[in-house]
């Protein structure tokens, strides 16, 4: 098939898509839609829970394997829409509705780009596309769950909106639940060790702090104090304040560092990570990957953003058309050029790499 069929074929596809509720484990219908285009393009496809998955057809378990993936599930849209969420309207040359960036202009271009090569034999590298769900909710039944199913990965590309530009890392996330205590006391009592005024100082600590090693690609560790809660009535001096810290991690460190250092020195009671599974991700940039896109004219650079790279353990890529500063945003749309460009230079990228 022509790219230019492909594109116009995947634009109905995304479509579908925004008219179609998928909100993080509830993509059922969506897989549905994703699933009929792999019987329109007589692809031979699996689906596990809402994961839809396939390879090309003549797969060679002695080649390395490129994975090609993005998600189908959306967030709930926020109360600022001035438009339909589930209404794909285009408008000016964009595309309007929920998860149009976020991210199923990518998703589209990525399965057009795989239906492109889904026939080419003699190609250097296998590949496996994943449709995933749960990506927003960082679910269990996401491509977390995928990657014991599907043959072994090599490098990947995760389609998440960049401008399609190249962000050859991406930083981690750790949350952490911290409690402070104090003594708990009558409010018209002298309390000199009141939890509230405690944790004045301890927030200028977790203000202050620096984690020593910074990175090339994704810059110093960014750590944020994001939720405090103390207290349950005016007269009563509470025994303890609970804090919540988002850390956002580089590649210098792994989750677990970051989980030892805090746990060593914040000036709390306890500090508890949720989880450490959601590591930072990067791909050399000597990697033909990287190479084949500078030499495209794309940039390089390194994304604050999470993603499910986060759960791959494999060289990974994030690339796709759209523009990251619109996703959860009100009235949410992609530039149809966009979707356009996304597949001609997935495409071209591709063929650079594996033809």
């Excluded at 990525?110 to 960082?138: C, G, M, P, Q, R």
């Excluded at 930083?171 to 402070?180: E, I, Y």
Aim: proline content about 4%; glycine content about 6%; hydrophobic content about 35%.
């Amino acid at each position: 098939m022509m790219i230019q069929e492909l594109t116009q074929n995947a634009i109905e596809l995304l479509k579908q898509l925004i008219e179609t509720q998928s909100f993080s484990s509830e993509e059922d219908q969506t897989a549905a839609h994703i699933e009929a285009w792999f019987q329109s393009n007589n692809i031979d496809y699996k689906r596990t829970q809402n994961n839809v998955w396939a390879v090309n057809k003549y797969f060679d378990e002695d080649k390395p394997t490129l994975l090609l993936n993005s998600h189908h599930d959306t967030v709930k849209p926020n109360s600022a829409y001035t438009k339909d969420p589930f209404k794909a309207i285009v408008e000016d040359g964009k595309l309007y509705g929920l998860g149009s960036n976020d991210a199923g202009g990518c998703l589209v271009s990525l399965i057009a780009t795989f239906t492109y090569y889904y026939n080419h034999d003699n190609l250097k590298y296998n590949l496996v596309l994943v449709a995933s769900a749960e990506e927003e909710s960082s679910g269990p039944n996401g491509l977390n769950s995928m990657l014991s199913i599907i043959p072994k990965v090599d490098v990947a590309i995760v389609g998440e909106p960049t401008l399609m530009n190249l962000a050859v890392a991406e930083k981690g996330l750790v949350v952490f639940d911290a409690v402070l205590t104090g003594t708990p006391s009558h409010a018209a009592h002298p309390n000199d060790d009141n939890v509230i005024y405690k944790s004045i100082d301890t927030l200028q600590w977790f203000k202050d702090f620096k984690f020593e090693k910074g990175s090339e690609a994704l810059g110093d560790v960014k750590l944020t104090v994001s939720q405090i809660s103390a207290g349950k009535q005016h007269n009563a001096v509470p025994a303890d304040l609970s804090l919540v810290i988002d850390v956002r991690v580089n590649d210098a460190y792994s989750n677990a560092e970051i989980a030892e250092i805090l746990q060593n020195k914040a000036p709390v009671t306890s500090i508890t990570p949720r989880s450490l599974r959601l590591n930072s991700s990067s791909i050399p940039t000597d990697h033909d990957l990287v190479k084949a896109g500078i030499a495209m004219g794309r940039t390089t650079y390194g994304s604050p953003t999470l993603s499910d790279q986060a759960v791959l353990s494999c060289p990974s890529l994030k690339l796709g058309p759209g523009d990251s500063t619109r996703s959860h945003s009100a009235d949410e749309f992609i530039y149809l050029n966009e979707i356009e460009e996304g597949i001609k230079i997935y495409v071209e990228l591709l063929n650079r790499v594996i033809t």
